[in-house]
């Protein structure tokens, strides 16, 4: 029983030993999950090695709150507007609070040296003036490579995300991030999304337009000669729900004919069509 003490210590010591060598072992996460290191690639994909050419985009100025770094992996380069796959991070006191990939990524006026040096970018955001008093169109924004805009009428803003030349016609379409607001404090869900899949705001492009006052909102899909068709989307009830479709011909975006679909919880066959004299 003496030589019990003894046992105990060595056994004390030992574990100590072993938590101290796994904290050693242990990898400590980055702040900054833009920092890229160039590990060797495996072998048969050496081909993929582009020594990790990146270049690395900082905002001088806070967006809603954030600071914003980007780094893109470029595709091409051409009049001063850089494209390729991007990782878009927003920052808060050093903390990356919430990332979105877009692999169609465009940002202009960058000077083509601080691109082939892959040096970090510094830029001023262009905060967009926004006058809910008028219609809003897309195409406002097409200089931005994502900007928060309110799309579903709750007075609170959603991320926008330009995803360059994706849309019809080669427009830009724009992908809609539903945000999580919780005790006043803004978030973002990546197992749910209010705006995936959910039209209007799966068809978002250079050409949809929003409408505060009417809380409407439209896409316009171009069908060529003769096959040109805006949906409108507007709030009833608290909830958004297509309201109606107009029709339009291609001479000098002159409106052809308006069908309207008269909505309630279902769709009914009562068409009213208006032919511009």
Partial sequence: MKKLPFFLTIVMVSLISCSQSEQTDSIIPQK???????????????????????CFIKYRNKINGYDVRIA????????????????IAFFRNDTCFMSFPNPFFRIDSLNIDTICNYDVVELVYEQPHINKSKPIEFKEF???PFFFLDVNFDEKDELIMKY???GQRYINAYVA????????KIGYDYLYDSTRGIAPFSNLDDWSVINYTKK???TFCNGGYSDNEKRIYKLINGKISLHRIEDYDCLGEVLARRQIFRVDTTYHNGREYLFKK
């Fill in 32 to 54: 900054d999950t833009l920092i890229v290191s160039h590990n060797p690639y495996p072998d048969g994909f050496e081909i993929f090695d582009e020594g990790d050419r990146i």
């Fill in 72 to 87: 893109v992996r470029p595709y091409a380069y051409y009049d001063s507007k850089l494209v390729g796959n991007a990782e």
């Fill in 142 to 144: 097409v200089s931005l």
């Fill in 164 to 166: 360059a030349s994706q």
């Fill in 177 to 184: 991030y539903g945000l999580q607001y919780r005790n006043g």
């Fill in 216 to 218: 409407e909102i439209s």
